[in-house]
């Protein structure tokens, strides 16, 4: 269960499909304690979800909004997990709370709309908060910035998972291709039969 408000994007069923890709990896990597982080984490029901989940995850939450922080806290504490999330308030990886080179796992559902297509959208939709919608001019805008700083985040053969939008797979596959850091592992399609998740490894720079 989850609470949400005006604060927060409201949890739409495909980000289920990142979560179960997540626990699958987790169980993977046959960790003691698996490190996970969670950009732009909302409502928190991508680090609650997993910490329900999981018994072996240590997970950090961050988000720009101190409201949704706040949100995500609440939620945390109504699924009795508030002892295995750190949330910090954090503008991507502006805050020096986060561990350089110290996550297993990192997981995203970024804003990924194209500016121009907001005032399309249904109008039920725009009473969500503007922030957790907009990705910049091509709605890739927070790739870019996640995936250019993620190898400071990031340990060697840890996995970036993110959600995307509607025809994004090419340009995403891109702009990880160009950092020259990481391998694409797996694209997982929707309920729809849309590319909605995408699976990176991080490798040493220049090989593969």
């Known amino acids: 269960e989850f609470k949400v408000t005006a604060d927060v994007f409201i949890p739409r069923p ?3 499909i990142l979560v179960e890709q997540t626990i699958d990896i987790v169980k993977l990597l046959n960790c003691q304690i698996v490190k996970l982080l969670d950009i732009g984490t909302g409502s928190g029901c991508i680090a609650v979800s997993l910490a329900k989940l999981l018994p072996n995850v240590k997970i950090t939450a961050i988000d720009i909004s101190q409201k949704a922080i706040e949100i995500a806290q609440y939620n945390a504490l109504l699924n009795n997990v508030s002892d295995k999330i750190r949330f910090i308030h954090s503008n ?11 996550y297993d796992i990192i997981v995203s559902n970024p804003p990924y709309i194209p500016a121009v297509e907001i005032e399309a959208l249904q109008p039920e939709v725009k009473y969500e908060p503007h922030m957790a919608l907009d990705g910049g001019k091509d709605g890739l805008d927070f790739y870019r910035r996640i995936i250019d700083k993620m190898p400071c985040y990031l340990r060697k053969d840890g996995f970036l998972i993110m959600e995307m939008g ?3 797979k090419n340009a995403i596959k891109g702009i990880f291709q160009k950092s020259g850091y990481f ?3 797996e694209l997982i399609k929707d309920y729809n039969n849309i590319d909605r998740v995408i699976i990176a490894k991080k490798r040493e720079r220049g090989n593969g």
Do not use: A
């Not at 991507?92 to 110290?102: E, H, I, K, M």
């Open 14 to 16: 495909e980000t289920e």
């Open 92 to 102: 991507l990886f502006t805050s020096c709370n986060l561990q350089v080179t110290g």
């Open 166 to 168: 509607f025809n994004q």
């Open 183 to 185: 391998e694409i592992v």
